[in-house]
């Protein structure tokens, strides 16, 4: 079966930085692209960020650029976000995905980021 | 950036009635590779995002044959034959051929 369990979610300050993660298990995790999506409280979904499967490609959604990194240890089936300069609107439940087909087929429960003072 | 434009916003139902959701795209999403990477998610109160429908009509597997996609270049639905009552949440169109990838803004389902 396959399961997508992040972690590392919580509270920071505006300026502050958190790394969050997404253990993968059931699946060949390597073989796949992975994504981060996310959804700040009663909103929509947003995607983030992908990573190839070497971890030689990255794309990144304009908003994030430049704070957000993506990365991927494939000897420990994980994925990674680290997120630094942390906004208020980057609030929001984090999701991993595993691409199936060119899109999320495989998604985590999610892990709530909160950025207040 | 490709904007994915969803009507209506909200859905209210009759169960056992048939339903579609528009998804409209500001630009084709047709790959080069000649595919259309458009794609549909469910996601019910309080869960995580499902995805439904790929590359406009392939269904993933487990997926009732009621919901149904189609369409092309721009232009996309979601049908559902028979609306019943698990189907309640928000569904997203998502496109995943041009960078950034982007979601509809979702359509709220629910029974009258």
């Known amino acids: 079966e396959v399961q997508l369990v992040e972690s590392g979610g919580g509270l920071v300050q505006p300026g502050g930085s958190l790394r969050i993660s997404c253990a993968a298990a059931g699946f060949t995790f390597s073989s796949y692209w992975m994504t981060w999506v996310r959804q700040a409280p009663g909103k929509g979904l947003e995607w983030v960020a992908n990573i190839k499967q070497d971890g030689s490609d990255k794309v990144y959604v304009d908003s994030v650029k430049g704070r957000f990194t993506v990365s991927r240890d494939n000897a420990k089936n994980s994925l990674f976000l680290q997120m630094n300069s942390l906004r208020v609107e980057d609030t929001a439940v984090y999701y991993c995905a595993a691409y199936s087909s060119s899109a999320p087929s495989y998604w985590g429960q999610g892990t709530l980021v909160t950025v207040s003072s | 950036d490709v904007v994915m434009t969803q009507s209506p916003i909200s859905l209210p139902v009759t169960l056992g009635q048939p339903v579609s959701i528009s998804c409209r795209s500001s630009?084709?999403?047709?790959?080069?590779?000649?595919?259309?990477?458009l794609n549909w998610f469910q996601q019910r109160p309080g869960q995580s995002p499902r995805r439904l429908i790929y590359k406009v009509s392939y269904w993933d597997s487990g997926v009732p044959d009621r919901f149904s996609g189609s369409g092309s270049g721009s232009d996309f639905t979601l049908k559902i034959s028979r609306v019943e009552a698990e189907d309640v949440g928000v569904y997203y169109c998502?496109?995943?051929?041009?960078?950034?990838?982007?979601f509809g803004q979702g359509t709220k389902l629910e029974i009258k």
């Open positions: 998502m496109q995943s051929t041009h960078w950034p990838y982007s």
């Open positions: 630009q084709s999403l047709v790959h080069s590779s000649g595919n259309t990477y």
